[in-house]
Structures are given as structure tokens and as C-alpha cells.
């Protein structure tokens, strides 16, 4: 590899760098500084203060993406309505899909089946369907997409491949979660920091971040494709109870990594 090579390397990188550093920095800042109050606080999130340090952390990346968006460093891709009909259903679908997937299999490898009366009894506990779908829509695909997906994501793709992009995102998406394992009563919590469960949770992340790709950038779908993509995911993974055993995760993890390779081998094709 020649100087000029390297140093044009080099450049790039620091462009990079310069370009979602101001972004990841807003973004951690804005959600691990609550979060590390709230842990401070005792870290309990039936305690209404701690539940709202959580809340106000889990804003972050959206957040950083509206205060870079007010400096002039916006633009976001744009959802491209007309074509609606196809990135709807497709964000539905690649959303549920490892759910699903992991709902049937799993308990053809001795994990329990699907409890319907179970489900019916998630629902009636926030209330209903409809405050469910609320919950669900702002609890994590508002307070995040347009962050990951509408800030990070279409900077990254200036430079970097599909893949690549999607690994990026989905590393940084997982290590954001790292507070939440020190707060009493979230799912992150249940798993434990160090436990296989807690490995497989990170280790999807950049699989399952290939199919927000697609719908928001292949498919023109933008930050409205990818907060159905992250709705569905995790409407299903509640509903399904699959994270509720290992042999869940495992086959859930699978099944983000073969619709990866299935999504990105679509794309090529």
C-alpha cells in the first residue's frame, strides 16, 4: 500500500469520524448520564424518579438527531410515501419475522410452545391492544430511529457498504444498551450483563440492523419504515414470549442472521 494510499485512508477515516462523532457523542451523552443517575438513585425503575431518568435516557439517540437536526446537520432519508405499499408490509414482516420463526421451532427443540392465554394477558395488562401498540410505537422506535436509522445510517452508507454500515450501526445500537443491564426492571436486567442470553441479544443487533437497511434505504421507506421494523420486533418478541428461554434467543438470532444474508443477497441480485 503506497503513502498516498494511506493517507487518503487516513482522511477518510477522520472524515468519518468527524461526520457521527458529534452524533454518538450527543447520543450516549443524552441517554447514559440519566441512566447513570438513575443507577446511582438505586436503579430501580418502579421508583417513579428512576423510571423517569430511564424514560428521559431512552430518548437519546432521537433526541441527538434533533439537536444536530436545529444546528443545520439534519437531513435524514426521506420515506418515499408513493411506494408505501411496499415498504409497510415488508417493514412488518422483516420486523416479525426471527420472532416468528423462533415462536414455531423452538418448541420443536423442547422449549414451551406459545401460550395464547398468556398473550391475551400481556395485552389486557397495559390495557388493551391499541395502548399497547402506543407503548410499543414509543418505547424504543421513536426514542430511537431517528437517531440510528435517520442520522447515523445514511452517513455511514456515504462511505461505507450495506454490510459494513450494518455492522457499524448494530454495534454501537448494542453497546448503547449496556446501562440498561445495571437497572432493575428492564429486560435487559432479566438477562444479566455476562449471560449467554445477554450475548446473544448483542449478537443480533447487526443482523437484525440489515433489515432496517432495507426498508428505510432500499425500499424508500426512511425513519417511518424502520420505527414499523422496530415496533413489530418488539410487539412480536413481547407477544411471543420467545426471549423467555435460551433455545429462544438462539434460534431468533438464527433467524436475524439468514434473513440478512437473504435480504443482502436480494440486494445484489
Known amino acids: 500500500m503506497t503513502t498516498s494510499t494511506l493517507r ?27 441512566w447513570a443517575v ?25 433526541l441527538a438527531a434533533g439537536v444536530l437536526a436545529l444546528l443545520g446537520r439534519g437531513g435524514e432519508r426521506q420515506a418515499r410515501w408513493g411506494a408505501a405499499a411496499g415498504w409497510v408490509p415488508a417493514a412488518l414482516l422483516v420486523g416479525a419475522f426471527p420472532a416468528v420463526v423462533a415462536a414455531v421451532v423452538a418448541p420443536l427443540v423442547g422449549a414451551a410452545p406459545v401460550d395464547p392465554s398468556a398473550i391475551a394477558g400481556t395485552v389486557a395488562g397495559v390495557g388493551g391492544l391499541l395502548p399497547m401498540l402506543g407503548l410499543f410505537l414509543v418505547t424504543g422506535p421513536l426514542a430511537e430511529e431517528f437517531g440510528w436509522r435517520g442520522h447515523l445510517q445514511p452517513r455511514l452508507r456515504r462511505r461505507l457498504s450495506p454490510a459494513a454500515t450494518s ?23 432479566q438477562m444479566g450483563l455476562l449471560s449467554p442470553a445477554a ?16 426498508v428505510s434505504e432500499r425500499l ?29 434467543r438462539a434460534i431468533f438470532f438464527a433467524a436475524a442472521v439468514v434473513t440478512a444474508g437473504a435480504l443482502l443477497a436480494l440486494r445484489r441480485s
Open 8 to 34: 487518503s485512508s487516513s482522511e477518510e477515516s477522520g472524515s468519518l469520524v468527524r461526520e457521527v462523532g458529534p452524533f454518538l457523542g450527543l447520543a450516549f451523552g443524552l441517554s447514559w448520564v440519566p
Open 220 to 248: 424508500r421507506g426512511g425513519v417511518p419504515s424502520a420505527v414499523l421494523v422496530h415496533t413489530a420486533g418488539n410487539m412480536s418478541l413481547t407477544l411471543l414470549a420467545v426471549s423467555g428461554s435460551l433455545v429462544g
Open 167 to 189: 455492522a457499524v450501526v448494530g454495534a454501537v445500537w448494542a453497546l448503547w444498551h449496556v446501562p440498561l443491564f445495571l437497572l432493575v426492571g428492564t429486560s435487559q436486567a
Open 38 to 62: 438513575a443507577v446511582a438513585l438505586g436503579g430501580d425503575i418502579a421508583e417513579p424518579l428512576v423510571f423517569a431518568l430511564f424514560g428521559l435516557g431512552s430518548f437519546g439517540p432521537s
Open 199 to 214: 450475548l446473544l441479544f448483542f449478537a443480533s443487533m447487526p443482523p437484525l440492523s440489515v433489515g432496517y437497511w432495507f
